[in-house]
Structures are given as C-alpha cells and as structure tokens.
C-alpha cells in the first residue's frame, strides 16, 4: 500500500508525534511505501520520523512567509513555542488552510497514496476530502480536536462539515468515539478502536528494583494537574525525606513559567530532566518506582503505558481512558484518583482543589508504599501485549485494507 501520512504540528515532543512515528516505523516493517507531510518551525527543517529518508518527508515551515508565526499546536500549552488557534486572525486562518491545501496538493501529484493518515479531528483533517475527493481518509482522534471545538466556537462548523466526509476514524478508546459521535455527529460505523502503544525495544524495567522515586511526564501545565502534584509531593517528601520527583516535559507561556520557576525553588528534591528523547525517557523511567499523572483531560496517555513498562506503579485522575482502558488491564498496579469537578472542560472548580491534593497525596503514599511490580512482561505479559505498537499497528493496518 502507498500511505500519506499528515501532522498539521510538530512530529516530536507530543502523543500525537509519537504516534506517528511508531505508526511509521511499523508500517515500513510491514513493506508499505509512505510519505509523510508535518508542520515545523523554520530552524527544524528536516524532522526524523520513523526512520524515514529525508526525501519521504515533505515539512512545511512555519515562522516566515507566508506562515509566519509559530507552529499551531493543538494544547494551549505546547512543549515548544507554538500559536493557539483561538488567537489567530480570519485572515490567517484562512491563511493557513490555503498553504496547507496548497502543499498537500503538490504532493499528491507525484504520490497517489492508496490512504490518508491524518492525526487531529482538526482544520487539516477536514480539508483532506476536498483536497483529495477520490482518496480513503483516515483520521486519528487525539481528543485535542474535540478541546479546540469548545475553545474556538467560531471554526467549529468548518470542522465539522469537512470532517463529515472522512471515511474512517481512529480512536484511543471507548469514550472518544463516543464524543465524536455526540460532538461531531459520526456515525458510530465509521469509528475504530485502535488503543495507543509503546516500544518494547526502548522501555523496559531494570534488573533490579531502584530506590522509590516519582516521575511525572508532560507539558507544565494546570490542566495537566501539575500544581496539585507539587502540593501533595511537598507533603509526602516530609515523611519520606531524600524522595525525588523526576520531571520529564516542558513547555512555554506565562502558565509554563510559573510552574517552572515554582520547580526550580524545590531543587533538589524536584529534578527538571527537560524534554527528553524515547530511549533517555526509558532510563529514568527505569530509576523511578511510581508514575503520576494527575490530568484533568486526557486522551489514553502513552507515557502510563511506557512507565508501566519500565516497572513503575502507576497514579492517575480516573478520566475515561485510563479508567476505561488501562484499569481493567492493570490491576492494583494502578491507583485511580477521582478528580475535581471542572468548570470548563480542563478547569477544575477551587473549591475541589484541597480534597484533591488530599486524595492525591494518600494514593501516592499507597503506591510507594506498594512492593515493587518486578519484570511487568512477567508480571502481566499479555497487558504489555496488547499495548505494544506492532498489536496497535495491526488495527491501524486493518483499517487502511478495509477502505481500499
């Protein structure tokens, strides 16, 4: 099969880009011929994908004309400087999708894919069918499009009318299918449950059981529940002096800023690691002993599976992916913690906060006090199993057959 692949941000830091380069990697074992097309800032002008050659990519840079300003993202909060779509003018809207349908339009004349694999339930996504009328289009749902529809009200019926003329969609779980069936109006026939994935050959646990750690992995954000995870870690680290919490992540804006400076000031106990690559993001996964993931809006997080792998016992808000797809699989390696009541789809209520922090601090006490899991391919093999990219891919793949 030919397959077009189509990020409309940047291919790495994000579940989005992860996705599509296990996608991509998987796919090229299995012989398929693909090209990739993904947005990036103008000094990134060559990504790696999948192990992709230069000349299959086809980026479109972003920070000068006639896109110029930085890479849209599809979170408010983006590990790398980004531009929010709700910030952006009519003119460069419009702007956007004519360089878009523009580009996509110059690589099809030389490759007539067999499918389009498009990630984001967004602008790029619902344009393909008009830029390609006579090509299967398949689309990913990352839950972010759905975000985007409450935060810019104003594009949300372009979505859906272009959306409307996808033929198929991929879904994490359960509960995003449902969304696009209520937000978006698909009918349920055209969704599919492909779940998300992690490399065996990168993550998994160390021989020995490392002295108890936290990890949390993720944009610096208040929707990703970071302030109430600095909260109930300053509690737990006074019964347990020396405990670290190793963050891996970043992100930019005053928001970001905030959380970062308030991080620097708990030095040492609270170590910074930046934005990190798959294999370094192994390694100190493998030197922590529970992953926290306090979210307030998440799609089925790649970074609790990989963690898991490595050997940590897993904390995170009871949200429908992780409740719904990971907590029946994983057992009592998992502790759920309900989260608070939101305002808006990511803002939760003040007055919840402090009961939060409180169910927060007890469920990471439980888990550090928990014995550790050991080797988890041991310990529950068809759990990783099923989670692994080659399975994930293989639902992908079934989908690209069944639309040609």
């Not at 990020?7 to 996705?19: N, V």
């Not at 849209?72 to 702007?95: K, N």
């Not at 004519?98 to 996509?104: M, N, Y």
């Not at 498009?118 to 390609?132: R, Y």
Request: hydrophobic content about 40%; charged content about 20%; overall charge negative.
């Amino acid at each position: 099969m030919r397959i077009l692949h189509c990020l409309s941000q940047r291919p790495s830091l994000t579940g989005s880009g992860i996705t599509l380069a296990a996608i991509v990697r998987q796919a090229a074992i299995a012989g398929q011929e693909q090209r990739v097309v993904v947005g990036v800032p103008v000094d990134e002008p060559h990504p790696e994908i999948g192990g992709l050659h230069e000349e299959q990519i086809f980026p479109l840079a972003f920070g000068k004309p006639p896109l110029d300003f930085p890479v849209p993202g599809m979170s408010d909060v983006m590990p790398y400087p980004s531009t929010r779509f709700s910030a952006l003018t009519e003119e460069q809207i419009t702007r956007y999708r004519k360089v878009w349908a523009d580009h996509l339009s110059s690589i099809l004349q030389d490759f007539r894919p067999d499918v389009i694999h498009s990630h984001h339930v967004w602008l790029v996504s619902a344009a393909l069918k008009a830029i390609a009328p006579d090509t299967p289009v398949l689309t990913q749902c990352h839950a972010t499009g759905i975000r985007q529809m409450e935060l810019c009200p104003h594009l949300a019926d372009r979505v859906r009318e272009g959306c409307s003329q996808i033929d198929a969609f991929a879904v994490l779980h359960q509960g995003h299918a449902d969304e696009l069936e209520r937000c978006m109006g698909i009918s349920s026939d055209r969704i599919h449950r492909v779940g998300a994935g992690y490399r065996d050959d990168l993550f998994f646990a160390a021989e020995s059981a490392p002295e108890p750690a936290l990890l949390y992995v993720g944009k610096y954000s208040a929707a990703k529940g970071v302030p109430w995870l600095l909260d109930a870690f300053e509690r737990v680290s006074i019964r347990r002096p020396g405990l670290k919490l190793h963050v891996a992540g970043g992100g930019s804006g005053e928001e970001a800023d905030t959380i970062r400076t308030r991080m620097d000031r708990m030095a040492p106990t609270v170590v910074q690691h930046g934005q990190l690559s798959q294999p370094d993001l192994a390694d100190v996964a493998r030197s922590s002993t529970v992953c926290v993931l306090p979210s307030f809006f998440e799609g089925l997080p790649l970074v609790l599976v990989e963690a898991l792998a490595c050997g940590c016992r897993i904390v995170a808000t009871r949200l429908p992916g992780i409740a719904g797809e990971l907590a029946p699989r994983l057992g009592n390696a998992l502790t759920l913690v309900d989260p608070p009541r939101l305002e808006t789809l990511d803002r939760p209520l003040a007055e919840d906060l402090p009961a939060f922090v409180d169910c927060l601090e007890a469920a990471i006490e439980k888990a550090l006090a928990a014995p550790p899991i050991g080797d988890p391919t041991r310990a529950m093999p068809e759990t990783l199993a099923h989670f692994s990219w080659g399975t994930v891919f293989g639902r992908v793949e079934t989908i690209w057959k069944s639309l040609i």
